[in-house]
């Protein structure tokens, strides 16, 4: 069981707006920055928001992130048919000194 | 962007030692604002951090509690690579295992570039 807590699930169809939650408690998300990353089946995670809201370069602005308190979401605007795929969020850990992900969002473009 | 280049065998019998090697390109294994990480993804535990290697003047690492007594991360100077050495497998232990650069200001940021997975399977 992940202890950053994510939705199994979202769907939306295409052009729609959707939003991923994480969940998780002070000493890690409470007190850390936030990653995003998402993987196509096959492939190795890559990373989408760092530091709760930045973008790397390449990455569409119709990918944000956000945080507040021990929770954090990102949002999809925009949705395309491309944007299939599984997301992660990852935070540090300051009572484990380590890094912990969720479970995992499968989003499906309807 | 820095380059991480993984190898190492797809197969490791119970009981044995499962090695991977991630060489780097890019940048320096003894570079002193980034760490080298050992994560693994199973579909029974997801993505589950492993440890890291870092240099601030001398060498520190730090492991997972899930696999402490097992696993040795060691950097290698001489050919700017890193290793992962995980002892008593189990087929537990069967997952592809991803090296990646973790960045830092004045605490962790993110995990920026990942190598290209080196899929195990512990199996007699």
């Known amino acids: 069981q992940s202890v950053l807590t994510q939705p199994p699930s979202v769907s939306g169809t295409p052009g729609q707006r959707v939003t991923i939650s994480c969940s998780g408690r002070?000493?890690?998300?409470?007190?850390?920055?936030v990653n995003w990353f998402r993987q196509l089946p096959g492939t190795g995670p890559k990373l989408l928001i760092f530091?709760?809201?930045q973008r790397p370069s390449g990455v569409p602005d119709r990918f944000s992130g956000s945080k507040s308190g021990t929770s954090a979401s990102l949002a999809i605007s925009g949705l395309r048919s491309e944007d299939e795929a599984d997301y992660y969020c990852a935070a540090w850990d300051d009572s484990l000194n380590g890094a912990l992900f969720g479970g995992g969002t499968r989003l499906t473009v309807l | 962007q820095v380059h991480l280049q993984q190898s190492g065998p797809g197969l490791v019998k119970p009981s044995q030692t499962l090695s991977v090697t991630c060489a780097i390109y890019?940048?320096?294994?003894?570079?002193?604002?980034?760490?080298w990480n050992w994560i693994r993804q199973s579909p029974s535990r997801g993505l589950e951090w492993l440890g890291r290697?870092?240099?601030?003047?001398?060498?520190?690492?730090d492991y997972a509690v899930s696999v402490r007594s097992r696993i040795i991360i060691n950097p290698d100077t001489s050919r700017n690579q890193f290793s992962l050495q995980l002892n008593s497998v189990t087929p537990d232990d069967t997952a592809v295992y991803y090296c990646?650069?973790?960045?830092?200001?004045?605490?962790?940021?993110?995990?920026?570039?990942w190598g290209q997975g080196t899929r195990v399977t512990v199996s007699s």
């Open positions: 002070s000493p890690n998300i409470g007190s850390s920055a």
């Open positions: 990646t650069r973790a960045l830092y200001d004045s605490s962790w940021t993110h995990f920026d570039s």
């Open positions: 890019g940048d320096s294994v003894s570079s002193e604002s980034v760490a």
């Open positions: 530091k709760n809201n």
């Open positions: 290697t870092y240099y601030r003047s001398k060498w520190f690492y």
